[in-house]
Nanobody, 123 residues
Framework: QVQLAESGGGSVQAGGSLRLSCAASGGTFSSHAMGWFRRPPGKGREYVAATSGGGGVTDYAGSVKGRFTVSRDNAKNTLYLQMNSLKPEDTAVYYC????????????????WGQGTQVTVSS
C-alpha cells in the first residue's frame, strides 16, 4: 500500500510561484503513474497533471498547461508540481495521487491519495 504525503503549499500573490512535493512510501514508486488533483473552494475535484512511472510521459489540464510542470525523482520516491504564474483561480487544496499502472492514468479519479495541501493565491 503506497502512502503519500504532500508538502509545499502556502499563500502567494498572483504571478508568483510555488513548488509542491509528494513523498511516497510503502511501495515501488516507479511502478505507478502519479499525478495531482485539486479541489477549489466550493467546487468539485479537478484533474491537474500526471506523469508516467518513468517520468517520460506527462499530461496537463488545459487550465494549467504552460504554467505548471509535473516531474518525479524515482530515486527519492518524490513527485513534484512546479506552479508558475499563479492565478487566484488556482486557489485550492492540492492532492497527490497515484494509479496502479505505470503507464495509464485517468483524469476522473486515482487509486490512492494523499491528504492534501492548501494553496492560496491572492490578487
Amino acid at each position: 500500500q503506497v502512502q503519500l504525503a504532500e508538502s509545499g503549499g502556502g499563500s502567494v500573490q498572483a504571478g508568483g510561484s510555488l513548488r509542491l512535493s509528494c513523498a511516497a512510501s510503502g511501495g515501488t514508486f516507479s511502478s505507478h503513474a502519479m499525478g495531482w488533483f485539486r479541489r477549489p473552494p466550493g467546487k468539485g475535484r479537478e484533474y491537474v497533471a500526471a506523469t508516467s512511472g518513468g517520468g517520460g510521459v506527462t499530461d496537463y489540464a488545459g487550465s494549467v498547461k504552460g504554467r505548471f510542470t509535473v516531474s518525479r525523482d524515482n530515486a527519492k520516491n518524490t513527485l513534484y508540481l512546479q506552479m508558475n504564474s499563479l492565478k487566484p483561480e488556482d486557489t485550492a487544496v492540492y492532492y497527490c495521487a497515484g494509479w496502479q499502472s505505470a503507464s495509464h492514468f485517468y483524469v476522473e479519479s486515482a487509486d490512492f491519495w494523499g491528504q492534501g495541501t492548501q494553496v492560496t493565491v491572492s490578487s
